[in-house]
T-cell receptor
Framework: DSGVTQTPKHLITATGQRVTLRCSPR?????VYWYQQSLDQGLQFLIQ???????AKGNILERFSAQQFPDLHSELNLSSLELGDSALYFC?????????????????FGAGSRLTVL | AQKITQTQPGMFVQEKEAVTLDCTYD???????LFWYKQPSSGEMIFLIY??????QNATEGRYSLNFQKARKSANLVISASQLGDSAMYFC????????????FGSGTKLNVKP
């Protein structure tokens, strides 16, 4: 168990629908990152939050939105779903946004939420 | 712009042999970190090893070592004494050490360990 909790693990829905993916970061981690991994592809960075504030945006569609709450959990909202949105969505967390001198500020990943859009 | 390149989509290795997974990167940053992650068929992403751009010695973590050649901008992962459980996708990643907003991932290498 990495300490990063993602729910749901699997989700099947229809085109046009809206879903919410939830992430609880590892205890003590302030930063949350969302990544999308489509079939047989690498990870695409979507968005990052640090202590409740959006810090960086990647290739996130306008139909997608996210937020980080005061208790540091984060939600990724996907709306007007299309077939191409089917993917594994990862949440990752880290301690801070700056490297720690003692070593890596490593991204710790959750187990992912597998979304299937039919 | 940052870029990570993994040129080996798939590799085979015999059990108990060593294998090197290639990773090259492109960055204009002076301070950066390089990471390797393992993704088994179950899907989770597991952190393996880290190398900082200012680290003079190559990082090692058990059977994993990172062959860091800064001038060539390469950060190859070496797995010694391969085990069947090493069969997985392996991703190389990079981040600026002072701007941890984005981690850049390579496309991955699928490693198959043969008995």
């Amino acid at each position: 168990d990495s300490g990063v909790t993602q729910t749901p693990k699997h989700l099947i829905t229809a085109t046009g629908q809206r879903v919410t993916l939830r992430c609880s970061p590892r205890s003590g981690d302030l930063s949350v990152y969302w990544y999308q991994q489509s079939l047989d592809q690498g990870l695409q960075f979507l968005i990052q939050y640090y202590n409740g504030e959006e810090r960086a945006k990647g290739n996130i569609l306008e139909r997608f939105s996210a937020q980080q709450f005061p208790d540091l959990h984060s939600e990724l909202n996907l709306s007007s779903l299309e077939l191409g949105d089917s993917a594994l969505y990862f949440c990752a967390s880290s301690v801070a946004t700056r490297a720690l001198t003692s070593g890596a500020n490593v991204l710790t990943f959750g187990a992912g939420s597998r979304l299937t859009v039919l | 712009a940052q870029k990570i390149t993994q040129t080996q989509p798939g590799m085979f290795v015999q059990e108990k042999e060593a294998v090197t997974l290639d990773c090259t990167y492109d960055t204009s940053d002076q301070s950066y970190g390089l990471f390797w992650y393992k993704q088994p068929s179950s899907g989770e992403m597991i952190f393996l090893i880290y190398q900082g751009s200012y680290d003079e010695q190559n990082a090692t973590e058990g059977r994993y070592s990172l062959n860091f050649q800064k001038a060539r901008k390469s950060a190859n992962l070496v797995i010694s004494a391969s085990q069947l459980g090493d069969s997985a996708m392996y991703f190389c990643a990079m981040s600026n050490l002072y701007n941890f907003n984005k981690f850049y991932f390579g496309s991955g290498t699928k490693l198959n360990v043969k008995p």
